[in-house]
């Protein structure tokens, strides 16, 4: 199993177990101030924490497929395909209401000029934050398929992301619903 570390976003206000060792995107680019990204350190692995507006759809489902079909749009990917959508029975335990649903898909997406698109397995989760009109939105970007030399993880590198992914989904805490002024 891979060593994890409890990390601290948007100044602790929320606390997440991630693998250890990430590179904190802020130090290589500047990231707005709704996000957090974190990249992995041996491939082209990407996990997002964004504060969005809540959005339209009510039903739980829907939502998670919008926030997909937009980071789609986002990604000007060529194609995307939803493989699996639910709103788990067991969701978070909080001060305030919280609505999970996650996601699991596939988006082709263009990079850099590169003959063909990369294959990017998207491991989704929104938290929909009831009482401040808030999605947080975690995704985790995992190339499958890549043109470029280790960009892509192999079968065993899906399988320890998407732990890590379910993983940062149960052990999510907003600590300070302040965040969400």
């Not at 976003?9 to 997440?16: C, P, R």
Request: with cysteine.
């Amino acid at each position: 199993m891979t060593s994890t570390s409890i990390y601290e976003l948007f100044g602790g206000a929320i606390t997440v177990q991630l693998p250890a060792g990430l590179t904190d995107a802020c130090d290589i680019r500047q990231v707005p101030d709704t996000q957090e990204v974190f990249l992995g350190t041996d491939s082209d692995v990407s996990i997002v924490f964004e504060i969005l507006e809540r959005v339209a759809p009510e039903d739980s489902i829907e939502v998670a497929k919008f926030h997909f079909d937009s980071l789609a749009h986002d990604n000007d990917a060529v194609s995307s395909t939803v493989e699996i959508v639910n709103a788990p029975a067991q969701q978070p335990l909080s001060a305030s209401p919280i609505k999970l649903s996650v996601l699991q898909g596939t988006q082709l997406i263009p990079k850099f000029n590169r003959t063909h698109p990369d294959t990017v397995k998207i491991l989704l989760a929104v938290y929909r934050v009831v009482d401040k009109d808030i999605d947080l939105v975690l995704t985790f970007n995992v190339p499958v398929q890549a043109e470029k030399e280790g960009s892509a993880v192999d079968a065993e590198g899906v399988k320890r992301w998407t732990d890590a992914y379910e993983a940062a989904v149960s052990s999510l805490k907003i600590v300070n619903f302040g965040l969400f002024v």
